[in-house]
């Protein structure tokens, strides 16, 4: 691609027998030209010769192709209209001028400007309609994404490996580059296609670092085809750098952070799926068919189980279309043949309603599952475990078997049986979801609940919010640990509303990241109907106390952090008397500090402690744990 006297030189589309796109273009097996969106394009013949020829490179690469036969890039203007000039030369001189443009990679559509310009992201954040919630990063190569970030040789490696995931960098100024990311890290990638590599080389003045998020509409998923790009990036993009080589299976990009040395999955998908994962049980006929955040489907052949690429959101219409167009594809690519059909507990999940249709249409066998023992499982079957285990699964909201919302849970069992013993005491949600955007909701019924509600911010409605936690209308309740986090960021820093799913538990990992703790722990317990709950109340008003007495918050955060980490010790010590192997899962495990802080505390009790590594602690990773459960009902 750089030697100017190839035949290939500066083609966007260059790929060998070790490289290029696969998963992407293929629409069935075998994995041969006719059966991939490569087939509209007819080789010439120095590309034929190469490919018949077992001596080259090229031999059997299907997107086997140069400049005379294969995919040609375009720059089109803001109103969709091709643009005569080289594509990548007006594309750099658009980003350098601080314009945004829409760049077509192998699995979607992304959204650039360049990465250096407060005004440009600005401009997309203002557009995209979306004011705070952290942007990826593309840099041209690692001494570039040095200018703003430190990285271990652990996230160099992964950054330059051939998946070449968004790895969670932190910054070297933990509160510069807000413009980015309001935390301590930001999300940097590296080209992973040639058509990127020459977008950031810098020969026509173009930036080597660049934004690189998602085109899509808000809470769908990412564009794939060209004329539904320009319709529907109209008054975002200024420019589009797109191609004519369809894109049959959309595929996000992968996002982790490195943990003791290995990747720990945020979003596994480009680069990761759909590489099956090896198991230590058959797992033939079983479909497991997720939950609704962060929608993920599995399906088992042999020891092998087909763990879907990221999803998405499946309350939202066109994602839910993805989910099903991706379950489709990915029974009819390998040949999976279910017998066994496996969903979640909660009856109003989108994935349990495609689960009950396949059911009643095909004539299946359906089992549910409870939402916090599919985290158990999927732990379990991550680290290839039998069990019995003693789980600790920190979610945000999974229904529980006695029809409230669990969260905060300790379990014990396998992947035939499974008990609950321990959890949170339950706070009151206030108009139920609302709560998920107004956390001053949670906030206020946390410190209600603790007896200090002057330490509860003000917000629009309060009073009636008041009302509706004393009268107990419409007020679910919830052991969900995502939902306290929310709360007590909420009391921390007086914000009532949050822009995106998760994102006070993050700026409160944020704020903590270096402080010196605040001693809050309280070790307070009671016993309900079985289950050993911890008293939150205690520490919210400890917390609240310290917060008035003019204690900082990010030492307040810190030890807020640090009092779940020593509880989860206390529950431990108590619920798992016979030493049992513990798993930690549930989306909370994607703070590092409480990652890192619950498994040294077990550890260095002498407990094995297992953490995801080849699928996320989160929801989406849940399905892997409802494959490995349906197949010990068989």
Request: aromatic share 8%; charged share 20%; hydrophobic share 40%.
């Amino acid at each position: 691609m750089q030697d100017p006297h190839g035949r290939r030189y500066r083609y966007p589309f260059i790929n060998c027998t070790d490289c290029g796109p696969r998963f992407s273009i293929i629409r069935r097996l075998p994995y041969d030209r006719p059966a991939t969106t490569m087939a509209g394009f007819a080789m010439c013949p120095d590309c034929a010769a190469e490919y018949g020829d077992i001596r080259s490179r090229r031999y059997h690469a299907q997107p086997n192709c140069c400049p005379v036969c294969g995919p040609r890039a375009i720059y089109r203007d803001a109103a969709g209209k091709p643009v005569a000039g080289d594509p990548i030369a007006l594309a750099q001189k658009a980003l350098a001028a601080g314009k945004i443009v829409a760049v077509k990679g192998t699995g979607g559509i992304h959204l650039a400007c360049r990465a250096d310009s407060p005004d440009a992201v600005a401009r997309l954040r203002r557009r995209k309609h979306r004011p705070e919630k952290p942007l990826a990063l593309m840099a041209r190569d690692l001494s570039t994404a040095a200018r703003f970030c430190r990285y271990t040789e652990e996230e160099a490696a992964l950054l330059q490996s051939p998946r070449r995931p968004i790895l969670l960098l932190a910054k070297k100024d933990p509160t510069g580059q807000t413009w980015l990311s309001a935390t301590t890290r930001l999300g940097v990638m590296l080209p992973y296609t040639p058509l990127h590599i020459l977008l950031l080389d810098g020969t026509f003045g173009g930036p080597d670092l660049l934004v690189m998020t998602s085109a899509n509409r808000s809470g769908c998923p990412v564009l794939l085809d060209n004329e539904d790009a320009v319709s529907a990036l109209q008054g975002i993009a200024d420019g589009f750098l797109l191609h004519d080589r369809p894109i049959a299976n959309r595929c996000d990009d992968s996002l982790a952070m490195v943990w003791r040395g290995a990747p720990v999955f945020f979003r596994r998908s480009r680069g990761y799926a759909p590489q099956p994962l090896l198991l230590d049980r058959d797992v033939t006929g079983v479909l497991a068919f997720g939950a609704e955040q962060k929608g993920s489907f599995a399906a088992g052949r042999g020891r092998h189980a087909f763990v879907s690429q990221y999803i998405g959101d499946l309350k939202n219409a066109e994602t839910l279309d993805h989910y099903c167009t991706a379950l489709t594809g990915t029974l009819s690519l390998f040949g999976l043949q279910p017998t066994v059909l496996v969903c979640d507990l909660h009856p109003d999940y989108a994935s349990t309603r495609e689960a009950e249709e396949m059911a009643a249409r095909q004539h299946l066998p359906l089992r549910r599952v409870q939402h916090h023992w599919a985290h158990m499982a999927a732990c379990m079957a991550d680290n290839r475990l039998e069990g019995p285990v003693f789980g600790l699964i920190w979610d945000g909201t999974g229904l529980g078997e006695d029809g409230s919302i669990w969260g905060g849970e300790y379990l014990v069992g396998d992947y035939q049986h499974y008990h609950r013993v321990g959890s949170l005491r339950p706070v009151a949600l206030p108009g139920g979801d609302a709560c998920i955007a107004g956390i001053g909701r949670t906030a206020l019924s946390l410190a209600l609940d603790a007896g200090c509600p002057e330490a509860a911010p003000a917000f629009a409605r309060r009073e009636g919010v008041t009302a509706l936690l004393k009268s107990g209308y419409r007020c679910v309740q919830s052991s969900g640990m995502g939902r306290l986090f929310d709360g007590v960021y909420s009391l921390l820093t007086g914000r009532t509303d949050a822009d995106y799913d998760g994102q006070a538990p993050a700026l409160l990992e944020a704020l903590a990241e270096g402080a010196d703790p605040a001693d809050l722990y309280s070790p307070a317990y009671y016993e309900e109907d079985g289950v050993r709950r911890f008293d939150t109340r205690p520490l919210i008003r400890a917390l609240c106390a310290a917060k008035t007495a003019g204690t900082g918050a990010a030492a307040l955060a810190a030890g807020f952090q640090q009092a779940l980490c020593r509880m989860a010790l206390d529950q431990c010590r108590t619920l798992n008397p016979d030493g049992l192997p513990v798993v930690l899962s549930g989306g909370v495990f994607l703070n590092r500090a409480l990652l890192e802080g619950v498994t040294a505390l077990l550890e260095g009790a002498g407990y094995r402690v297992y953490t995801h590594r080849r699928v996320s602690p989160s929801d989406e990773g849940l399905a892997l744990g409802q494959l490995a459960i349906g197949a010990a009902g068989l």
